[in-house]
């Protein structure tokens, strides 16, 4: 009876399933030290689509607070380090989010720094310029419009944007210019990563800068797998 007793307990008991897979942030070698993390995550380099999703942490824990559709480069993703100008590719990597800006006003309770582009406004890629890889008003003489871009003429992409620090603090010549998070185009990006305009306004309304939040640009797996930042 004994026997019988504990074979009918063992067949109650449920079995083992696999462990919850952890968070992505929680599986990440660094996330920037602050309290709110963006992941754009494609499944290969050569992929031009993928996944932005933006996390909370709270107390030892991320938190995913909402998830869109991304885009990324025609020519897909390449290693940041690595990344040439004008070769239409994402660079992977760990960046800043420096200030928001946008053709139109900022979204209500954005509390980014945001800036409104005037048609004044540039985005100096000339690798010539010592405004290389910054926001001009009004074009230096050393900064050739055909090497840069008028912010105010990319209505749609530009409509709301966040820059993304690569290559931008201590800028190196030929690497790249110009990439930000921002609201689709018709398709893929010429290296920057976009998302439909109702994320990009739900994006800036829940950034803090007083949370220090970066953006890890990734693939699933292989040497710039996402979790590797």
């Known amino acids: 009876m004994r026997l019988t007793a504990l074979l009918l ?46 996390w909370d942490r709270r107390g030892r824990h991320w938190v995913a607070a909402g998830s869109a559709p991304a885009r990324f480069g025609a020519k897909g993703l390449v290693e940041g380090a690595k990344r040439v100008q004008g070769t239409d590719t994402t660079p992977t990597g760990l960046y800043a989010l420096p200030y928001a800006f946008g053709v139109v006003a900022a979204p209500p309770g954005t509390r980014y720094p945001y800036r409104r582009a005037t048609d004044r406004s540039w985005w100096c890629q000339d690798n010539d310029s010592h405004a290389y890889n910054r926001w001009v008003e009004g074009l230096p003489r050393d900064c050739r419009a055909s090497e840069s871009e008028h912010l105010a003429a990319y209505a749609t992409q530009y ?7 690569f290559n931008y603090r201590r800028p190196v010549r030929g ?3 110009g990439i930000f998070l921002h609201v689709n185009g018709k398709g893929a990006t010429a290296g920057c990563v976009s998302v439909p305009a109702e994320a990009m306004e739900r994006v800036l309304a829940w950034a803090d800068p007083a949370r220090f939040p970066h953006i890890a640009i990734g693939t699933e ?9």
């Open 175 to 177: 690497r790249g210019a």
């Open 159 to 165: 409509a709301r944007a966040l820059v993304i620090a």
């Open 9 to 54: 307990a063992s067949l109650l008991v449920p079995l083992a399933g696999p462990a919850p897979t952890a968070p992505l942030p929680e599986r990440m070698a660094r996330t920037g030290l602050g309290s709110q993390l963006l992941t754009a995550e494609a499944p290969t380099l050569a992929a031009t689509e993928g996944r932005l999703t933006w």
């Open 221 to 229: 797996s292989g040497p710039t797998a996402i979790t590797r930042y």
